[in-house]
């Protein structure tokens, strides 16, 4: 049976939300060192010059193929929001990533295996809608694990805040989706925030009722 969201091809033009997890559930992230080696494998390959390898060979060039638009890494996984322009711009993006970091993981760890758990899974996001409470979910993630979302440093949180800047991520393209009629994304978390937490409180009550 196949397994759901596990998408093999990719529509041009098309927006997805990307997430994988570490094998077994364990972590893929020890210590802040790691979040940088994974984000630094975005900038490499969506900055707007190629980077090379140490002896001058090009990596894949993906600026024209794929953009990611939001991000959160998580200690055993990780969430994405990508726009595919090319049909082949994640799959692309996505090996780079997953195989260079799984590389440098296991050699830092000297250990041996898969890294994350099968395929990444991806799920097409058809409307305006949905994109942008997909935007919202993502930073969310961390109070999952009990962290405070707004100072969470390990999400695109802060670019969506206006508070950092770097070429290899583009969160105007969700920002810009309602214009000026838009202009703060916090109070827009926040309130979706709050909404979960009464839903969460309700459930509770009554499971246990």
Same mark, same amino acid.
């Given at each position: 049976?196949?397994?759901?969201?596990?998408?093999?091809?990719?529509?041009?033009?098309?927006?997805?939300?990307?997430?994988?997890?570490?094998?077994?559930? !364990?972590?893929?992230?020890?210590?802040? @060192?790691? $979040? =940088?080696?994974?984000? %630094?494998?975005?900038?490499?390959?969506?900055?707007?010059?190629?980077?090379?390898?140490?002896?001058?060979?090009?990596?894949?060039?993906?600026?024209?193929?794929?953009?990611?638009?939001?991000?959160?890494?998580?200690?055993?996984?990780?969430?994405?929001?990508?726009?595919?322009?090319?049909?082949?711009?994640?799959? !692309?993006?996505?090996?780079?990533?997953? @195989?260079? $970091? =799984?590389?440098?993981? %296991?050699?830092?760890?000297?250990?041996?295996?898969?890294?994350?758990?099968?395929?990444?899974?991806?799920?097409?996001?058809?409307?305006?809608?949905?994109?942008?409470?997909?935007?919202?979910?993502?930073?969310?993630?961390?109070?999952?694990?009990?962290?405070?979302?707004?100072?969470?440093?390990?999400?695109?949180?802060?670019?969506?805040?206006?508070?950092?800047?770097?070429?290899?991520?583009?969160?105007?393209?969700?920002?810009?989706?309602?214009?000026?009629?838009?202009?703060?994304?916090?109070?827009?978390?926040?309130?979706?925030?709050?909404?979960?937490?009464?839903?969460?409180?309700?459930?509770?009550?009554?499971?246990?009722?």
């Amino acid at each position: 049976m196949p397994q759901r969201n596990v998408v093999k091809t990719f529509d041009s033009d098309s927006y997805y939300h990307v997430y994988s997890r570490g094998v077994s559930g !364990q972590k893929i992230f020890v210590n802040d @060192t790691d $979040y =940088s080696a994974f984000l %630094n494998l975005f900038k490499r390959y969506l900055s707007k010059k190629p980077a090379f390898d140490n002896i001058r060979r090009p990596f894949p060039h993906l600026r024209s193929s794929v953009e990611l638009l939001a991000y959160c890494l998580m200690p055993t996984h990780f969430h994405l929001l990508v726009y595919n322009k090319k049909i082949d711009g994640v799959t !692309q993006l996505m090996r780079g990533v997953t @195989t260079s $970091y =799984s590389m440098y993981f %296991n050699k830092k760890l000297k250990r041996r295996g898969r890294l994350f758990e099968s395929t990444y899974k991806a799920s097409p996001i058809n409307n305006d809608a949905y994109l942008w409470h997909i935007s919202r979910y993502i930073h969310l993630n961390p109070q999952d694990i009990g962290q405070d979302y707004s100072i969470f440093p390990h999400s695109s949180f802060g670019f969506y805040l206006g508070q950092k800047q770097a070429e290899w991520i583009n969160p105007a393209r969700i920002l810009n989706i309602h214009g000026d009629e838009f202009n703060d994304y916090a109070k827009f978390a926040k309130d979706y925030e709050a909404m979960r937490a009464d839903f969460q409180h309700l459930k509770h009550q009554l499971a246990n009722s």
